[in-house]
């Protein structure tokens, strides 16, 4: 009897996750720190308020435009490594004294029935769930770390000025832990550190932003 094989394999789930934890990390982490910098420079709320909201678009199309650029040059390079191996497979029969125009409709046609699919998992590593995606990645990025930017941007909008430096520190601390947390579980791993990394690389921007910020608010 025939078993079929139908086991789900978490790391499907690594494209379109990575782009998604990376951009929401970006989001909280780039945003928080920007009002924080800005708010320890003893700037006005309006103000405040404008960098965090530059933050977030800039860095949305930043996100989108470095994940497209990055992923489709692995898609490039993907795409030129079949395309050498069509070669060398055609090479192979014009060697055994195939002609060379029935050489690549043979490298095709293989090519259709996924032999050279098959070649191409086992030598080069390439898959259909590895394989690059430039604009799911693109699209990913620059919508979760518009999510994530608008974390620390409302808590800055809706606490009191005295307590926004408070309110946003500890309140993106939070959503990194809980980023950490989530993106542990989806990729089916421990959640503990995880957590702790992303809280603790969070802490150390916002900490050193706010340090520059409150240093050039006192020299003004």
Known sequence: MTRIHNETHLV???????????????GIISTASLILGVASAAASQT???????AGLVAGAMSMAAGEYVSVSSQSDTENADIAR???EL??????RGVEYGLAQQVAEQLMTKDALGAHARDELGISEIT??????AALTSAATFSVGAAAPLALALVSPSRWTIAAVSVGSLLFLAVLGAIGAKA????IVKPTIRVAFWGALAMGVTAGIGAIFGAVG
Do not use: F, H, K
């Open 131 to 136: 394989t690059a995606r430039p604009v799911q």
């Open 47 to 53: 103000n405040i308020l404008l960098a965090g909201i």
């Open 85 to 87: 191996e069509r070669r």
């Open 187 to 190: 990729g089916g791993a421990s």
């Open 12 to 26: 499907g789930r690594i494209g379109w996750l990575r782009a998604a934890v990376l951009g929401a990390n970006d």
């Open 90 to 95: 055609a090479n192979i029969y014009i060697s």
